[in-house]
DNA sequence: TCTCCCACCTC
DNA sequence: GGAGGTGGGAG
């Protein structure tokens, strides 16, 4: 497989130095965390029969080959205000799926890590807050990261260049320029469609992504996924169990997350690196137009333009001036290696598989047993009025519109205090685990009145103090109940830590979905990983606290819908999830 | 860096 | 034929 998250440094982490560790072909891993103390027997085994099956459950990236052209050289979605479809498409074969047991589908995209990115000489930089033009501040990349001549002394920033061959994003190993990346948005999560089908559905053929959109709009009301422009993310999808309701959110939904490194990228209002654009061009069929280089259509493309003479294709125009090389002189492809290329990371087009590192040809999904957002020692975590106590009491519809005003922890919490306990932080995806739980079938929100329905509030269906710890909270996608901006909470290294089967939720996917992917999880880059609870709870509670208190009733998404629903979560209390409530 | 508009294309 | 997906380029 390729570097799969290496090249934006999803693999790469200082210290981290099995990336291999646990690598597994397609291996799909339900989300499970470490049953907390308050957990019940009862649960737990309540618990192992949900997860039961969603171990099997495994998943292949479709056109894996192209992704990997993509990422080998860095890959970038281009993001735009009215919302770009992702390319290549995110499609994916699934196997292993009971055929009569309905599932959801649903992507979220979470950041790569916590860094803005600058592409420069060809190359990706990244910031680390740092001035520029100051060599000797250079940041270098992980040590013992073979063929990348990484070593733990800071480097210059030539030496940082080299570094970035192939490995740059990934590596961190640049200068220093802006500082952190910016505030994560509130993450959403795009339900396919199809959403709920029976497994037998899902397997039938390849699960299309393709419609789903990005956007660098934070008030994007189309439900489009909200990136920063610059920055890195990591694409993850997840397969719910569908509860009796053909919804998810309930405590106990099971679920499992794949994630295909080499699906990150860095989102981008306009490419920045030729070969990149010329991959698309070459690979996509709605850039047909951008194609060949040949006098036919040199001679086609000057009758276009009201020429009487050849004109060269404004993408060919470009790469001339990034680089020495034509991307048409030689094959169809466009890709080659400008001699300022030579040596250089991104440059090596042709000669990437000689460049980058010797990874297996293939990427089983990354598995992960975790979720990774960690908040650093120290770290606080962003908290809402609603949350906690006053959530039970002021979680109704009327906070919809109140909840922007965030306040922070005065410490950080400490490991004792159940609230922050990591096993008590599964995050649930939106609309599971202790909130009251999204169903898709009998309330369709594909349509307009779909939507707005998506976006009511519960009733008092449920009681909140009737729910356990983790209350999620869901953005709609409409312009009248637009989800604010609510930062992720900063990104920091965390370690990973253990699962268990019993606490695969739902609810951890939400949990997971926006802060930026743990490191490790990108360690691998042949797996997808499934990941369970957050670790890193308290940078999941940033998150989840700093967004907006809104409480939704069980949700019947039915198929066409919005599918995209915004995970935002918050704590309402320090009960473990899976042994709160009920 | 971003937005808007354009021509060209697929569906 | 029209809606909508492309990247380029002007600003």
Redesign the pocket.
Known sequence: MANGGDQFGLAERPGADSPKEGKQENRSFTLTSAPSPQTSSQQVEACAEDQEGMEAIKVALHDRELWTKFDEVGTEM????????M?P?YKVKVTGLNPKTKYILLMDIVPGDDHRY??ADNKWFVYTGRLNHQPDLLRHGAPGRAGLGLSDKPQTLRECQCLTVFKSISLAPCRSITGKAEPAMPGRLYVHPDSPATGAHWSRQLVSF??L?LT??HLDPFGHIIL???HKYQPRLHIVKADENNGFGSKNTAFCTHVFSETAFIA?????N?KI?QL??EN???????RGSDDNELH??A???GKDYPVV???T???RACSTGSPFSRDSRGLQASPEAVGSPYNCESGLNRCSPQEPPSTPATHYSHPHLHLQPGQQPQLYHCHKRKADENCSSRTRQHLYKKHFTSGSPSQGEPYYHPSSYPPPPPGLSNNPPLALSDSPYSSDMGQRQACMYAGSEHRLDELSCASWSYSCPLPTAMTPMEPYPPYTPHPPYSSSPQGSRLSAIAHQSSPPLPEHVAHDPYQSHSSGPSQNSQNLHGRQLGSPLREYPRYNLSPPLYHTLDTTTHIRCGVPEWSAAS
């Open positions: 281009i993001i735009t205000k009215a919302g770009r479809r390319f498409s600058k592409f393709q419609k959109k660098n709009n920063n422009s610059m981008v209002t306009s490419y920045q030729h654009t698309k061009i996509n069929p709605f850039a047909k137009g951008f086609r493309m009758k276009l333009q294709p404004r993408s125009v470009r790469q």
